[in-house]
């Protein structure tokens, strides 16, 4: 009930293309989803959040898809650059889950220029 | 702002010695605390988590424990290291009396036992 999937492990895009991660979620009481960057060495940085009530959440080159019903939700990089480069975890948590986050496997990703 | 500070930023240390890894918080009062670990291209796992002072809820059984001695710190401890206890260790903090958990990693510890 608390597992967070996350898919593919890996990601190669080309410089301006689209990275696209996808994260399913099993427990219906969960009600917050961050997406975390993390590069080599260095703790994982809070990236950007969805709630369930909006089903989509943009800032700047980045946007979360949320579709509550599918129980799943997505990361999108838009015109991906080099500098994004790293490694992203999704994560679901929320007052239900007490005070934790779930997280997901990671996801690593290079962008070629 | 609030900022949150691990150290040592890397450490070697012999099989069967002891650990003692320290986080503190600035910047916020009652924070809720935790401590990951993270294996070599793995994910997050969460070791331990504190809502206030002296109260430590504990997610795996293990060669670890934690204390929180002060509002803002959290110590990381073994008596004894095991060769599998090496790993990135991540201290994390969110908000305490708030409904969602957003957290906030600190810079980590690299550990690498011998």
């Known amino acids: 009930q608390q597992q967070v999937k996350q898919s593919p492990q890996s990601l190669i895009v080309q410089k301006g293309g689209i990275s696209i991660i996808n994260c399913a979620y099993e427990n219906t009481a969960f009600d917050y989803f961050p997406w975390y960057q993390q590069f080599p060495g260095k703790g994982p940085a809070l990236l950007i959040a969805?709630?369930?009530?909006?089903s989509e959440k943009k800032e700047g080159r980045f946007t979360i898809s949320f579709n509550k019903s599918a129980k799943q939700f997505s990361l999108h990089i838009m015109d991906s650059q080099p500098g994004d480069s790293a490694t992203y975890f999704c994560a679901a948590g929320g007052k239900a889950a007490g005070n934790k986050l779930t997280f997901g496997g990671g996801t690593r990703v290079l962008v070629k220029p | 702002s609030q900022t949150i500070h691990q150290w040592p930023a890397t450490l070697v240390q012999p099989v069967g010695s002891p650990l003692s890894l320290e986080c503190t918080v600035e910047?916020?009062?009652?924070?809720?605390l935790y401590w990951y670990r993270q294996a070599a291209g793995r994910g997050l796992q969460l070791l331990f988590y504190?809502?206030?002072?002296?109260?430590i809820s504990s997610e795996v059984p293990q060669n670890l424990s934690a204390s929180r001695p002060q509002d803002r710190q959290f110590i990381l401890s073994s008596k004894k290291l095991l060769l599998s206890d090496s790993g990135f260790y991540l201290c994390?903090?969110?908000?305490?009396?708030?409904?969602?958990?957003?957290?906030?990693f600190g810079p980590g510890t690299r550990l690498t036992v011998l």
């Open positions: 504190s809502v206030g002072i002296g109260q």
């Open positions: 969805i709630r369930p009530d909006v």
């Open positions: 910047g916020t009062s009652n924070p809720n």
């Open positions: 994390a903090w969110s908000p305490g009396l708030v409904l969602y958990n957003e957290q906030f």
